[in-house]
């Protein structure tokens, strides 16, 4: 490692590598000269989010299943860090599914934390989620005062904090949990049933079609920009804190913002490539099941133990991301 905050000449192990967060962070440690692993199955995640890294010799692509215990074996091989992105994401989804969400977010996680502490990888850092806190109703939201889960999909990422903190204590691995606050950033998918609110909105603006707000737009969210959970990662893998091991974290920037705020923000910063999106108006509809009102995250413990530094205003973020919405779905 040259620099403390960055890995540098290391074997990492990207989960869900072709996915929004995973091909932000394969890019990010290429380019930061490590090897690179990609562990795959295209079920949400894009070939064309990795296209531009295949020529890399330092790269890896393995298509593959976490619910398969044996490409998780192959993948872990030799390898330093485990970054483990890849699950099936979204409360509708696993509203709809129950099952296949069980099966992918608790056993292919079961799969893949079990082969990485046979191969003593030196740490195993896992995507958990804000949905956690359920319907505990303190704000900021602090790791350890949770309540109950709103969603099978918030009971999966629980459990896997459950099996992390089991699983270091059993097999002698060093993991840490990311509770991620609403992520946003280049190649977060715009499309389809299940995509987050900001592609979402966008996409719709794009088409000057009405963007539908659940609720009454109050509900506010801590956006956080895909530059600092890349910034977390990093920093959760290589730590060399020993109280900071073995611990779950909030990822979130620390900041509040409506949905008819963010909506406002869009337009805005939509307006200078086509004016005429200031004349789409927003359909309000009832609010979703297992939704939580409102999500904003202390980031003491992060801040304290890992050093993290969030550095991008939804302003800014939002900024940094407008033009890949429009150069993506304008065509
Ligand atoms: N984006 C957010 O705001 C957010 C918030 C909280 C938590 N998270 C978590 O962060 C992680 C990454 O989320 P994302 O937004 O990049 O989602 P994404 O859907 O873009 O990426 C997930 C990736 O995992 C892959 N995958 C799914 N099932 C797999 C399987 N069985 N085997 C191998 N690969 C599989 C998908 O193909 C995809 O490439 C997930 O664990 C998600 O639950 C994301």
């Known amino acids: 490692m040259t620099n403390s905050r960055q890995i540098t000449h290391s074997r990492i192990l990207v989960t869900g590598g072709a996915g929004f967060i995973g091909s932000n962070l394969c890019e990010k ?146 993991c840490i949990g990311l509770r991620y606050f609403n992520v946003y950033g280049k190649r977060q998918n715009p499309e389809g049933e299940y995509s987050a609110v900001i592609p979402r909105f966008v996409g719709k603006l794009i088409r000057h079609e009405s963007p539908v707000i659940y609720g009454d737009g109050e509900q506010s969210r801590d956006f956080t920009y895909i530059e600092d959970v890349l910034q977390a990662n990093q920093l959760a893998a290589i730590t060399t804190n020993e109280n900071a091991s073995n611990q779950v974290y909030n990822i979130a920037f620390c900041g509040q913002t409506t949905l008819k705020d963010l909506y406002n923000l869009l337009v805005e910063l939509l307006i200078p490539f086509d004016e005429k999106i200031a004349l789409v108006i927003p359909t309000f509809t009832e609010n979703r099941k297992g939704d939580v009102r409102h999500s ?36």
């Open 296 to 331: 904003y995250a202390s980031i003491d413990k992060a801040k304290q133990l890992l050093d993290y530094q969030p550095q991008f205003y939804i302003k800014e973020g939002l900024q940094n991301t407008i033009s890949w919405y429009w150069d993506t779905l304008s065509q």
């Open 29 to 174: 440690l290429l380019h930061q000269d490590n090897e690179v692993i990609c562990l795959d199955n295209f079920s949400t995640g894009k070939r064309e989010n990795l296209t531009h890294l295949l020529p890399n010799p330092h790269f890896k692509l393995l298509e593959g299943d976490i619910r398969n215990p044996q490409d998780c074996q192959l993948a872990v091989q030799g390898v330093d860090y485990v970054l483990h992105q890849a699950a099936l994401g979204s409360v509708p989804r696993s509203i709809k599914n129950p099952m296949l969400t069980d099966e992918v977010n608790v056993n292919g996680f079961v799969n893949i934390l079990f082969a990485s502490a046979q191969a003593k990888v030196k740490r195993f850092v896992y995507a958990s989620s804000s949905s956690v806190y359920g319907d505990y109703p303190h704000l900021p939201k602090v790791e350890h005062l949770i309540g109950k889960p709103l969603s099978p999909y918030a009971i999966s990422k629980y459990t896997n904090e459950l099996y992390a903190q089991v699983f270091s204590q059993l097999y002698d691995i060093q």
